[in-house]
């Protein structure tokens, strides 16, 4: 099973690019990684998912090294609106082995 | 996600009572999940269900039970609550193996 690390919190001003680094070492070959937005008295939200390499929709990209040891989660030109927790999931495709991170608390200041 | 309800919202007991919380799912969905989160451990998988007859332990699944009544609607139970069961509870669904999960908005229960 995964064990899977982020940082605990970090701060950004609007409009700046904000990266997140889930390490994963553990991760086996056919395990997805997959992050999540969580605002105060919300569920967690679905922002993307990949397996490796390169992955851009319309309001984030993962990057996923060749390794896959880590994942970096990209939010381009942040706006206040993205103060939230953000997850790191790593999930056995094979199974259901689920491991989430612990979570990075995102503070954007105007 | 509004398709994905769960009640109650908010839960506060006493020490040795049994709980019961309700999730209900309105996208069609087989697979069922029930998570705890605790500040700084995020969430923890504790039962899930990938159809009516199926029912798995998860991560932490001492001292819980569920049941899957239906695809929509899957319950977790505590039959004899304990102060460290005080989270907040989620429920998830998902369509197929490695499809993201929809969340519904928790329970917060406290154990007093």
């Known amino acids: 099973l995964a064990k899977t690390t982020q940082p605990i919190s970090m701060d950004s001003y609007e409009g700046q690019e904000v990266n997140i680094t889930c390490s994963h070492n553990?991760?086996?070959?056919?395990?997805?990684i997959t992050w999540y937005q969580q605002f105060p008295s919300q569920g967690p939200r679905f922002i993307i998912q990949?397996?490796?390499t390169k992955v851009t929709n319309e309001v984030a990209s993962l990057f996923i090294p060749a390794d896959r040891k880590s994942s970096t989660l990209s939010l381009p030109r942040v706006s206040l609106s993205d103060t939230a927790v953000y997850y790191c999931?790593?999930?056995?495709?094979?199974?259901?082995?689920?491991?989430f991170g612990g979570g990075t608390r995102v503070l954007v200041k105007p | 996600d509004a398709d994905v309800t769960q009640t109650p919202r908010n839960r506060i007991t006493k020490t040795g009572k049994r709980i019961m919380l309700e999730c209900s799912q309105t996208?069609?969905?087989?697979?069922m999940y029930w998570y705890r989160q605790d500040p700084g451990l995020g969430l923890r998988l504790i039962y899930y269900?990938?159809?009516?007859?199926?029912?798995n332990k998860g991560e932490i699944s001492d001292g819980y039970s569920v049941s899957r009544q239906a695809q929509a609607k899957f319950s977790l139970s505590l039959e004899s609550a304990i102060p460290n069961q005080t989270a907040l509870y989620f429920c998830?669904?998902?369509?197929?193996?490695?499809?993201?999960?929809?969340f519904g908005d928790g329970t917060r229960l406290s154990i007093l």
């Open positions: 998830a669904t998902s369509d197929l193996q490695g499809q993201p999960q929809h």
């Open positions: 553990n991760i086996a070959t056919n395990d997805y």
């Open positions: 990949g397996y490796k």
């Open positions: 999931l790593v999930g056995e495709a094979a199974g259901n082995k689920l491991t």
């Open positions: 996208k069609g969905h087989d697979r």
């Open positions: 269900s990938f159809d009516v007859k199926d029912i």
